[in-house]
T-cell receptor, first 116, second 111 residues
Framework: DTEVTQTPKHLVMGMTNKKSLKCEQHMGHRAMYWYKQKAKKPPELMFVYSYEKLSINESVPSRFSPECPNSSLLNLHLHALQPEDSALYLC???????????????FGSGTRLTVV | LAKTTQPISMDSYEGQEVNITCSHNNIATNDYITWYQQFPSQGPRFIIQGYKTKVTNEVASLFIPADRKSSTLSLPRVSLSDTAVYYCLVVGGTNAGKSTFGDGTTLTVKP
C-alpha cells in the first residue's frame, strides 16, 4: 500500500459544528503532516507529527486540534470554524522528518472543506 | 528555512523538453531538493529528489550545480497531461519537517 487515504473527500459544516478529518497510511512512515491549501495558493504547513508526537505547530488557531492515535492514523478535529477556514486540507506522510529516502512526501487527495 | 523562488508560469508545446528552475540561495548542507506536481483539487505528487549533480528517474531529471543554490527540473517530451503546478521544496535536517512550499510554477502545455 503506497497511498495516503483521507476521509471524507468533501465536508460542509456550520460555524457551530464539530467535525473531524481523518488520514491513514500503511507505509510505515513515522512523520505525518497537515497542510491547508487555499485556491491558487501553495500548501501551507499546519502541524507535523514525528513518531506520534506533535513536533511542529505553525501557530495554528486552537479551533484546529490535531491528534495522532497511532503510527498509521492522523486526525484533525475542527470546532467553531470560520468561513475563511474553507480550503483543501491535505495530509502527507514521509519516512521520517529528514526524509532522506528517494520518495519524499506522499500526499493524500485532500478533504475539501466548506464552512457556512 | 530555505526560501524558494520559481517562475510563476511557463508555456510549452507537446513533445518539447521543459526546464523549470528553482532558486534556493540559503540551502543548508544537509538539505535535499525535491520537486512535486499538483493537479487541481489533488494533493501534490512527488516527482524527484536530489542532493547534488544529476538525478534521473522514469519521468524527469534534476540538475543541481555544485553550489546547490539552484536546481532545474527537466521534463522530456511533455504532453497535455503534464499541464500542472510544479513546486520545488527544500527538505532536510536543518528545519526537519518544516518545509515551506514556494508559489510554484504553472506549466501549460499546448497542442
Amino acid at each position: 500500500d503506497t497511498e495516503v487515504t483521507q476521509t471524507p473527500k468533501h465536508l460542509v459544516m456550520g460555524m457551530t459544528n464539530k467535525k473531524s478529518l481523518k488520514c491513514e497510511q500503511h507505509m510505515g512512515h513515522r512523520a505525518m503532516y497537515w497542510y491547508k491549501q487555499k485556491a491558487k495558493k501553495p500548501p501551507e504547513l499546519m502541524f507535523v507529527y514525528s513518531y506520534e508526537k506533535l513536533s511542529i505547530n505553525e501557530s495554528v488557531p486552537s479551533r484546529f486540534s490535531p491528534e495522532c492515535p497511532n503510527s498509521s492514523l492522523l486526525n484533525l478535529h475542527l470546532h467553531a470554524l470560520q468561513p475563511e477556514d474553507s480550503a483543501l486540507y491535505l495530509c502527507a506522510s514521509s519516512l521520517d522528518l529528514v526524509t532522506g529516502s528517494d520518495y519524499g512526501y506522499t500526499f493524500g487527495s485532500g478533504t475539501r472543506l466548506t464552512v457556512v | 528555512l530555505a526560501k524558494t523562488t520559481q517562475p510563476i508560469s511557463m508555456d510549452s508545446y507537446e513533445g518539447q523538453e521543459v526546464n523549470i528552475t528553482c532558486s534556493h540561495n540559503n540551502i543548508a548542507t544537509n538539505d535535499y531538493i525535491t520537486w512535486y506536481q499538483q493537479f487541481p483539487s489533488q494533493g501534490p505528487r512527488f516527482i524527484i529528489q536530489g542532493y547534488k549533480t544529476k538525478v534521473t528517474n522514469e519521468v524527469a531529471s534534476l540538475f543541481i550545480p555544485a553550489d546547490r543554490k539552484s536546481s532545474t527540473l527537466s521534463l522530456p517530451r511533455v504532453s497535455l497531461s503534464d499541464t500542472a503546478v510544479y513546486y520545488c521544496l527544500v527538505v532536510g535536517g536543518t528545519n526537519a519537517g518544516k518545509s515551506t512550499f514556494g508559489d510554484g510554477t504553472t506549466l501549460t502545455v499546448k497542442p
